[in-house]
């Protein structure tokens, strides 16, 4: 089993920086994928910023240029750096990871962290 621990939500003003941790309770040099989902009220689960092995990563298209997703390896961690914030990023943020256990593929969620953009 993995746990993931996220930390770093809160509230903040419109044009504002906030920086999102997660760290597994599994290394996560190889990896196959880890990445942050947002979920506004009302709203489906969203793929936010997504890092693949390699270092591949992708972003949702209303975060492009405004977030930037890095790692940690020593520190089994990665991190979401939300910068020029708008009141349209309050969600909920969750960390996902895929492992391997064995050949088979495994999500793992967090429990999800509160990000609040308000003035």
């Known amino acids: 089993q993995v746990q993931l621990v996220e930390s770093g939500g809160g509230l903040v003003q419109p044009g504002g920086s906030l920086r999102l941790s997660c760290e597994s309770s599994r290394s996560i040099f190889s990896i196959p994928s880890m990445g942050w989902y947002r979920q506004a009220p009302g709203k489906q689960r969203e793929l936010v910023a997504r890092m693949a092995s390699g270092d591949i990563t992708n972003y949702a298209a209303a975060v492009k240029g405004r977030f930037t997703i890095s790692r940690d390896n020593a520190k089994n961690t990665i991190y979401l750096q939300m910068n020029s914030l708008k009141p349209e990023d309050t969600a909920v943020y969750y960390c996902?990871?895929?492992?391997?256990?064995?050949?088979?593929?495994?999500?793992?969620w967090g429990q999800g962290t509160q990000v609040t953009v308000s003035s």
């Open positions: 996902n990871a895929l492992y391997y256990n064995g050949l088979k593929l495994t999500d793992y």
